[in-house]
T-cell receptor, first 116, second 116 residues
Protein backbone atom coordinates (compact mmCIF):
# COMPACT_ATOMS: atom_id res chain seq x y z
CA UNK A 1 0.00 0.00 0.00
CA UNK A 2 0.84 3.67 -0.03
CA UNK A 3 3.32 5.11 2.46
CA UNK A 4 3.69 8.85 3.06
CA UNK A 5 6.64 10.35 4.93
CA UNK A 6 6.48 13.96 6.16
CA UNK A 7 9.28 16.25 7.38
CA UNK A 8 10.01 18.05 9.57
CA UNK A 9 7.94 16.95 12.54
CA UNK A 10 8.22 20.41 14.11
CA UNK A 11 8.95 23.77 12.51
CA UNK A 12 9.42 27.08 14.26
CA UNK A 13 9.58 30.36 12.31
CA UNK A 14 9.38 34.08 12.95
CA UNK A 15 6.35 35.98 11.76
CA UNK A 16 6.87 37.05 8.17
CA UNK A 17 9.27 34.24 7.33
CA UNK A 18 8.46 31.40 4.93
CA UNK A 19 7.75 27.82 5.99
CA UNK A 20 8.27 24.71 3.89
CA UNK A 21 7.00 21.21 4.69
CA UNK A 22 7.97 18.24 2.55
CA UNK A 23 6.35 14.86 1.89
CA UNK A 24 7.35 11.80 -0.09
CA UNK A 25 5.07 9.01 -1.25
CA UNK A 26 5.73 5.47 -2.41
CA UNK A 27 2.88 4.55 -4.79
CA UNK A 28 3.47 5.88 -8.30
CA UNK A 29 -0.27 5.42 -8.99
CA UNK A 30 -1.17 8.14 -6.47
CA UNK A 31 -2.46 11.23 -8.25
CA UNK A 32 -4.18 13.40 -5.64
CA UNK A 33 -2.25 15.21 -2.89
CA UNK A 34 -4.14 17.33 -0.35
CA UNK A 35 -2.81 19.35 2.56
CA UNK A 36 -4.83 19.71 5.75
CA UNK A 37 -4.48 22.16 8.63
CA UNK A 38 -5.58 21.06 12.08
CA UNK A 39 -5.84 23.41 15.04
CA UNK A 40 -5.70 21.99 18.54
CA UNK A 41 -8.75 19.83 19.28
CA UNK A 42 -10.39 20.68 15.95
CA UNK A 43 -11.12 18.85 12.74
CA UNK A 44 -8.62 18.84 9.85
CA UNK A 45 -9.46 21.44 7.22
CA UNK A 46 -8.35 21.22 3.59
CA UNK A 47 -6.16 24.20 2.70
CA UNK A 48 -4.90 23.26 -0.74
CA UNK A 49 -4.63 20.22 -2.99
CA UNK A 50 -2.90 19.28 -6.22
CA UNK A 51 -3.41 16.61 -8.83
CA UNK A 52 -0.67 14.81 -10.71
CA UNK A 53 -1.31 16.61 -13.99
CA UNK A 54 -0.17 19.88 -12.40
CA UNK A 55 3.30 20.76 -11.11
CA UNK A 56 2.41 23.72 -8.93
CA UNK A 57 -0.66 25.37 -7.47
CA UNK A 58 -0.92 28.61 -5.53
CA UNK A 59 -3.62 30.17 -3.37
CA UNK A 60 -2.62 33.53 -1.89
CA UNK A 61 0.16 32.82 0.65
CA UNK A 62 0.01 29.05 0.21
CA UNK A 63 1.52 27.02 -2.61
CA UNK A 64 2.10 23.35 -3.27
CA UNK A 65 4.63 21.85 -5.66
CA UNK A 66 4.70 18.29 -6.97
CA UNK A 67 7.57 16.31 -8.47
CA UNK A 68 6.08 13.09 -9.84
CA UNK A 69 9.42 11.67 -10.93
CA UNK A 70 10.90 11.98 -7.47
CA UNK A 71 7.54 11.23 -5.80
CA UNK A 72 7.59 14.19 -3.48
CA UNK A 73 5.46 17.25 -2.89
CA UNK A 74 5.87 20.30 -0.70
CA UNK A 75 3.77 22.95 1.04
CA UNK A 76 5.07 26.51 1.00
CA UNK A 77 3.63 29.20 3.26
CA UNK A 78 4.93 32.73 2.71
CA UNK A 79 4.65 35.74 5.00
CA UNK A 80 3.68 33.53 7.92
CA UNK A 81 1.35 34.85 10.61
CA UNK A 82 0.73 33.63 14.18
CA UNK A 83 -2.65 32.27 13.09
CA UNK A 84 -0.82 29.89 10.75
CA UNK A 85 0.33 28.01 13.86
CA UNK A 86 -1.22 24.53 13.70
CA UNK A 87 -0.48 20.96 12.71
CA UNK A 88 -0.23 20.39 8.96
CA UNK A 89 -0.79 17.02 7.33
CA UNK A 90 -0.03 15.91 3.81
CA UNK A 91 -1.83 12.97 2.22
CA UNK A 92 -1.94 10.95 -0.98
CA UNK A 93 -4.67 9.09 -2.83
CA UNK A 94 -5.15 7.23 -6.08
CA UNK A 95 -7.72 7.12 -8.85
CA UNK A 96 -10.51 4.67 -9.66
CA UNK A 97 -9.21 1.19 -10.39
CA UNK A 98 -6.19 1.53 -8.12
CA UNK A 99 -5.75 0.05 -4.66
CA UNK A 100 -5.64 3.49 -3.05
CA UNK A 101 -8.75 4.86 -4.75
CA UNK A 102 -10.79 6.97 -2.39
CA UNK A 103 -8.41 6.30 0.48
CA UNK A 104 -6.17 8.98 1.90
CA UNK A 105 -2.83 7.95 3.39
CA UNK A 106 -1.61 10.67 5.73
CA UNK A 107 1.85 11.80 6.72
CA UNK A 108 2.75 12.01 10.40
CA UNK A 109 2.13 15.75 10.63
CA UNK A 110 4.22 18.89 11.16
CA UNK A 111 3.68 21.18 14.14
CA UNK A 112 4.20 24.70 12.83
CA UNK A 113 4.76 27.48 15.34
CA UNK A 114 4.91 31.08 14.14
CA UNK A 115 6.41 33.44 16.71
CA UNK A 116 5.21 37.07 16.71
CA UNK B 1 -17.90 20.47 6.37
CA UNK B 2 -20.69 21.66 8.64
CA UNK B 3 -22.74 18.87 7.05
CA UNK B 4 -20.94 16.15 8.99
CA UNK B 5 -21.79 15.64 12.63
CA UNK B 6 -20.31 13.31 15.20
CA UNK B 7 -21.64 12.45 18.62
CA UNK B 8 -20.85 12.47 21.39
CA UNK B 9 -18.02 14.99 21.56
CA UNK B 10 -16.54 13.25 24.60
CA UNK B 11 -17.04 9.61 25.57
CA UNK B 12 -15.81 7.67 28.56
CA UNK B 13 -15.72 3.91 28.56
CA UNK B 14 -14.94 1.35 31.18
CA UNK B 15 -12.66 -1.49 30.22
CA UNK B 16 -14.59 -4.39 28.71
CA UNK B 17 -17.42 -2.25 27.38
CA UNK B 18 -18.42 -1.77 23.77
CA UNK B 19 -19.24 1.77 22.70
CA UNK B 20 -20.68 3.18 19.48
CA UNK B 21 -19.65 6.49 17.93
CA UNK B 22 -22.13 8.21 15.67
CA UNK B 23 -21.37 9.87 12.32
CA UNK B 24 -24.04 11.49 10.17
CA UNK B 25 -23.74 13.54 6.97
CA UNK B 26 -26.31 15.46 4.97
CA UNK B 27 -24.00 16.21 2.04
CA UNK B 28 -25.33 13.31 -0.05
CA UNK B 29 -21.80 11.91 -0.16
CA UNK B 30 -21.28 8.34 -1.29
CA UNK B 31 -18.16 7.46 0.68
CA UNK B 32 -17.55 7.65 4.42
CA UNK B 33 -14.46 6.99 6.54
CA UNK B 34 -13.34 6.49 10.11
CA UNK B 35 -9.88 7.58 11.27
CA UNK B 36 -8.10 7.31 14.57
CA UNK B 37 -5.70 10.03 15.73
CA UNK B 38 -3.27 9.55 18.61
CA UNK B 39 -1.31 12.44 20.15
CA UNK B 40 1.52 13.59 17.93
CA UNK B 41 0.57 11.21 15.16
CA UNK B 42 -1.18 11.33 11.84
CA UNK B 43 -4.57 9.95 10.97
CA UNK B 44 -4.88 6.20 10.55
CA UNK B 45 -7.73 4.63 8.60
CA UNK B 46 -9.95 2.21 10.52
CA UNK B 47 -12.79 1.42 8.09
CA UNK B 48 -14.28 2.98 5.00
CA UNK B 49 -17.38 2.59 2.90
CA UNK B 50 -17.65 3.60 -0.75
CA UNK B 51 -21.35 2.76 -1.02
CA UNK B 52 -24.31 1.78 1.12
CA UNK B 53 -24.27 -1.79 2.47
CA UNK B 54 -20.58 -2.19 1.69
CA UNK B 55 -17.45 -1.41 3.70
CA UNK B 56 -13.77 -2.35 3.80
CA UNK B 57 -11.13 -2.64 6.48
CA UNK B 58 -8.52 0.05 6.69
CA UNK B 59 -5.07 -0.21 8.20
CA UNK B 60 -6.11 -0.69 11.85
CA UNK B 61 -9.52 -2.42 11.79
CA UNK B 62 -8.87 -4.93 14.59
CA UNK B 63 -11.18 -4.33 17.56
CA UNK B 64 -13.57 -2.13 15.59
CA UNK B 65 -16.77 -2.77 13.63
CA UNK B 66 -18.98 -0.63 11.37
CA UNK B 67 -22.24 -0.72 9.46
CA UNK B 68 -23.55 1.28 6.49
CA UNK B 69 -27.27 0.68 6.31
CA UNK B 70 -28.08 4.24 5.24
CA UNK B 71 -26.16 6.61 2.97
CA UNK B 72 -26.05 9.34 5.58
CA UNK B 73 -24.91 7.24 8.54
CA UNK B 74 -21.72 5.30 9.31
CA UNK B 75 -21.51 4.33 13.01
CA UNK B 76 -18.31 2.93 14.50
CA UNK B 77 -18.35 0.43 17.37
CA UNK B 78 -15.25 0.16 19.52
CA UNK B 79 -15.32 -3.32 20.99
CA UNK B 80 -13.68 -4.72 24.09
CA UNK B 81 -11.20 -6.43 21.78
CA UNK B 82 -9.56 -3.06 21.07
CA UNK B 83 -6.83 -3.01 23.68
CA UNK B 84 -5.90 0.66 23.56
CA UNK B 85 -8.95 2.60 22.40
CA UNK B 86 -8.21 5.97 24.00
CA UNK B 87 -7.87 8.35 21.05
CA UNK B 88 -9.51 11.08 18.98
CA UNK B 89 -11.84 9.58 16.35
CA UNK B 90 -12.61 11.44 13.17
CA UNK B 91 -15.28 10.64 10.62
CA UNK B 92 -15.05 11.92 7.05
CA UNK B 93 -17.07 11.78 3.86
CA UNK B 94 -16.32 12.15 0.16
CA UNK B 95 -18.60 12.96 -2.73
CA UNK B 96 -17.85 9.92 -4.86
CA UNK B 97 -16.65 9.12 -8.35
CA UNK B 98 -18.32 12.05 -10.05
CA UNK B 99 -17.93 15.75 -9.57
CA UNK B 100 -14.96 18.08 -9.73
CA UNK B 101 -13.83 17.56 -6.15
CA UNK B 102 -14.43 13.86 -6.02
CA UNK B 103 -11.24 13.20 -4.09
CA UNK B 104 -11.74 15.75 -1.32
CA UNK B 105 -12.65 14.40 2.11
CA UNK B 106 -14.60 16.52 4.59
CA UNK B 107 -14.15 15.84 8.28
CA UNK B 108 -16.53 15.85 11.20
CA UNK B 109 -15.66 17.55 14.53
CA UNK B 110 -14.44 14.32 16.15
CA UNK B 111 -15.16 12.26 19.24
CA UNK B 112 -12.61 11.99 22.03
CA UNK B 113 -12.82 8.54 23.61
CA UNK B 114 -11.21 7.86 26.98
CA UNK B 115 -11.03 4.46 28.63
CA UNK B 116 -11.23 4.66 32.41
Amino acid sequence: GENVEQHPSTLSVQEGDSAVIKCTYSDSASNYFPWYKQELGKRPQLIIDIRSNVGEKKDQRIAVTLNKTAKHFSLHITETQPEDSAVYFCAASGDAGGTSYGKLTFGQGTILTVHP
Amino acid sequence: DGGITQSPKYLFRKEGQNVTLSCEQNLNHDAMYWYRQDPGQGLRLIYYSQIVNDFQKGDIAEGYSVSREKKESFPLTVTSAQKNPTAFYLCASRMGASGRSYNEQFFGPGTRLTVL
